[in-house]
């Protein structure tokens, strides 16, 4: 019987520290998992930040994860069988749940509701599993769950111009190009991203850079950013009558030209985690795993954990940081 | 045996049997024993040969592709020839530079192909050994007085060694004019920045210098088989004489094409072996365990294939046994995708608290 397990703890501090958490026994609805993979999310270093959105002290972040299942007593899963974490955790009973779990007013997420990925085993709901494609490598089924974030924010964006400027090349930039491109390969994408090593990524997955000597308004900016003036950025860059999709979470409230917004007849659309498109993303993961290779540009044991996130700030990663349980 | 088997079987006699790197026992990521790019060819080159197998009842036409490498490379097309492999440019050398009487000048170790085609061609074979992974400049210039060809591989296969610029310069300085020395920079690209010799100064100031270079590995188009030579006309054109027609097929060029023209892949692919290499290294001094400092994208570590073998099968990885690489007791780890280097890094700190005295 498996009673503890290694984690990282987040205090209501903020101090970082790889510890045990105890475990509790699965009962019929629940799954007892062996983690294998966990993504770390730029909401995670948010939360590392600022304490955000946590129920219960000491956190587990890391709502991104792949993991095998050892036991589970309702039977829904065979034993050994891998599966995909759902990141969200809905109320059931509210209006928005009735549409959607990522419209659910009381939207909670794993990792903050309950411990999430960054441990080496996990007792989740079966409701929050998806079993993998058999064969698909667990290092490519991580990146599951930002995948169908990004494919929400493109399915929010409705029909694809010709050309799409993205405002920030970190993972989830990434993957709403790779996702853009999937789609549509010949789509002509920009990329406005400071940081070389992102920007180097960017290249080499197709996109052009920005040239900001050559401004150029564009029918579709993706806000994949969120700094201070990335809203306000977007705004300015895209063209009368165009969008602007906001992937990434502003970290402060943010003011915005709403007599522009009229006036230019934009169209601003936000996008919370994802609906339907979990299954989708791990039907794409599986049908092509090497166009994600790319994305994960650095992957950490466990144990190594607090020590990478403690120095992310002044050494951001190029890509994906994943986490070996 | 027959009298023509008798005659085939003596020509082969003490000639080395070319081992490739195994498979992992995971999934294909974890095969780090053939210094193989861990994430591919770039998208533009699987669209050029998905619109090159539309012709495959045409012979292969390499002119444009070779001007545009040309190009790319800085020199003229009478100063390159592309080969199918660098090794068939091995074949090609040893067939026009060795004869019985003559004699070739190696490395110990020394690339596995070099000295095959080397024994091959009846030449006398003087092995240098190396000096802590490196080159024993010195007494490989001294070794090549009446020699024909010297082959010298750099950075250094299996140790990683590099030559610098200015060792190159001296050490050519030395070396006979009639004696052709192979400079196979198959993985200079991985080198540090900055530190990968000026080919193009060389060349002007020796020509008796060949650089041998591969697609294999920083361009990742290993399967394709395409490599190729630059040097002065006076050895690309017979070297160019003696190739089988042909022998670059349409895909290698089509792959070979598209690749060049999408040198952001490359750069961004490289950029990640260096990361993985400076991860290793490091974990590699934290346990304690000796390795030559790598310029390329593999890293020779002293460390017994079969004590870590349990290891590696349990974390489904595969490295090269050194004992195939004329280094026993050492293994040389080609730089993975990542996520496979975090899992060969905890297989090496389970096996270094299993094995504290290893290294």
Redesign the interface.
């Known amino acids: 019987m498996i009673t503890h397990t290694d984690a990282l703890l987040l205090e209501q501090d903020l101090t970082l520290s790889l510890g045990q958490r105890e475990l509790t026994q699965p009962v019929a609805g629940q799954a007892l998992l062996r983690l294998e993979w966990a993504g770390v999310c730029g909401s995670d270093l948010h939360v590392i930040r600022t304490g955000d959105w946590v129920n219960t002290w000491p956190a587990t972040l890391g709502h991104e994860a792949v993991g095998v299942v050892l036991d589970c007593p309702g039977g829904e899963f065979v034993v050994g069988t891998r599966v995909v974490v759902d990141s969200r955790v809905p109320c059931g009973d509210c209006h928005g749940c009735t549409q959607s779990a990522n419209l659910c007013e009381r939207l909670a997420w794993v990792g903050e509701i309950v411990p999430g990925g960054f441990e080496r085993h996990a007792v989740l709901d079966v409701a929050l599993l998806h079993a993998c494609p058999e064969g698909l490598e667990a290092e490519i089924a991580v990146l599951a769950e930002p995948l169908a974030v990004a494919m929400h924010a493109v399915n929010r964006a409705g029909r694809l111009p010709e050309s799409v400027l993205l405002i920030g090349y970190g993972p989830i930039g990434a993957l709403v190009h790779s996702e853009i491109t999937r789609r549509s390969p010949h789509i002509n994408v920009l990329v406005r991203e400071p940081n070389p090593m992102r920007l180097e990524l960017a290249l080499a997955l197709g996109a052009r850079s920005y040239e900001p000597s050559h401004p150029m308004r564009m029918p579709l900016v993706v806000d994949a950013a969120g700094y201070a003036t990335s809203v306000a950025d977007s705004i300015d860059l895209v063209s009368n009558g165009g969008t602007v999709l906001v992937v990434a979470i502003p970290h402060q409230p943010i003011t915005l030209d709403g007599q522009g917004i009229v006036e230019r007849s934009l169209n601003i659309i936000g996008c919370n985690g994802f609906a339907d498109e979990l299954p989708i993303a791990m039907a794409a993961l599986d049908a092509n795993p090497d166009r994600y290779r790319p994305l994960i540009t650095e992957a950490v044991l466990l144990e190594d954990l607090v020590a990478r996130l403690s120095d992310i700030a002044s050494r951001p990663p190029a890509g994906k940081i994943v986490v070996r349980l | 045996m027959t009298a023509i088997g008798d005659l085939a079987a003596r020509r082969v006699v003490g000639l080395p049997t070319y081992r490739p790197g195994k498979p992992s026992t995971g999934?294909a990521?974890g095969k780090l024993s053939s210094n193989e790019s861990?994430?591919?060819a770039?998208?533009s080159v699987s669209d050029a040969l998905r619109a090159a197998a539309g012709h495959p009842h045409r012979y292969p036409d390499d002119s444009a592709t070779r001007h545009r490498l040309a190009a790319e490379l800085g020199v003229t097309q009478s100063q390159l020839l592309l080969t199918n492999g660098s090794d068939e440019l091995c074949y090609l050398i040893a067939q026009m530079f060795l004869a019985p009487g003559k004699r070739a000048v190696l490395g110990d170790p020394c690339y596995a192909i070099d000295n095959t085609v080397s024994l091959l061609s009846g030449a006398d074979v003087v092995r240098v050994p190396l000096v802590r992974g490196a080159h024993d400049l010195r007494a490989m210039a001294a070794a090549a007085i009446d020699a024909s060809a010297l082959w010298l591989p750099s950075p250094h296969n299996p140790t990683g060694v590099a030559v610098s610029h200015g060792e190159l310069v001296l050490f050519l300085r030395e070396v006979p004019a009639d004696c052709l020395v192979v400079l196979d920079q198959a993985y200079h690209a991985f080198s540090s920045p900055g530190t990968s010799p000026d080919v193009a100064a060389l060349l002007a100031q020796f020509p008796n210098l060949l650089v041998q270079r591969t697609m294999s590995k920083d361009w990742a188009l290993a399967g394709l088989r395409v490599g190729y030579a630059i040097a002065a006309p006076e050895i690309i054109g017979p070297l160019s004489a003696i190739r089988p027609p042909f022998s670059v097929n349409s895909f290698a060029l089509a792959g070979l094409s598209a690749a060049v023209g999408?040198p952001?892949?490359q750069?961004?692919?490289v950029?990640?072996v260096r990361?993985g290499r400076a991860l290793l290294q490091a974990e590699l001094d934290s346990l304690g365990v000796e390795y030559y400092p790598s310029e390329a994208n593999f890293v020779l570590v002293h460390i017994d294939h079969s004590e870590l073998a349990p290891y590696l099968l349990e974390a489904g990885l595969s490295v090269r046994s050194g004992a195939d690489l004329g280094m026993p007791g050492w293994i040389r780890i080609t730089i993975g995708?990542?996520?496979?280097?975090?899992?060969l890094?905890?297989a090496l700190?389970k096996f270094s608290s299993a094995v504290p005295n290893n290294g």
């Not at chain 2, 995708?337 to 899992?343: E, N």
């Open positions: 999934s990521a861990p994430l591919g770039g998208p999408q952001a892949w750069a961004m692919s950029a990640r990361e995708w990542a996520p496979t280097m975090a899992t890094i905890d700190r």
